[in-house]
Nanobody, 123 residues
Framework: QVQVVQSGGGSVQAGGSLRLSCTAS????????MGWFRQAPGKERDFVAV???????YYGDSLKGRFTISRDKNRNTVYLQMNSLQPEDTAVYYC?????????????????WGQGTQVTVSS
């Protein structure tokens, strides 16, 4: 069993920044992927970013350059730094854990999920 706990989020004006954190604990093993997804009301859960066990990173369309995913040196905590936020970034953001994600952008590839945190960007 793996527990995924996330923190951060909140409200910010357009152009502002926020940072989300996520820690995985339990039977994580040493090789795993951790990613972020987001879901706006009435929309599907969309891929935001992932950092793989080898530290390679991937981002959703149009997010690279504004969003940065990174991993703490203990490797069990990841961060999502979000800059130049826009109202369309408003959503509930979810952290996700995968022992091995064959398709990093697909939410079904992930085994455990955080509780979700609201990010609201006002214009």
């Amino acid at each position: 069993q793996v527990q995924v706990v996330q923190s951060g989020g909140g409200s910010v004006q357009a152009g502002g920044s926020l940072r989300l954190s996520c820690t995985a604990s339990g039977r994580t093993g040493s090789m795993f992927d951790m990613g972020w997804f987001r879901q706006a009301p009435g929309k599907e859960r969309d891929f935001v970013a992932v950092i793989r066990s080898g530290d390679s990173t991937y981002y959703g369309d149009s997010l690279k350059g504004r969003f940065t995913i990174s991993r703490d040196k203990n490797r069990n905590t990841v961060y999502l730094q979000m800059n130049s936020l826009q109202p369309e970034d408003t959503a509930v953001y979810y952290c996700a854990f995968a022992y091995s994600s064959n398709y990093v952008a697909g939410y079904r590839s992930y085994d455990y999920w955080g509780q979700g945190t609201q990010v609201t960007v006002s214009s």
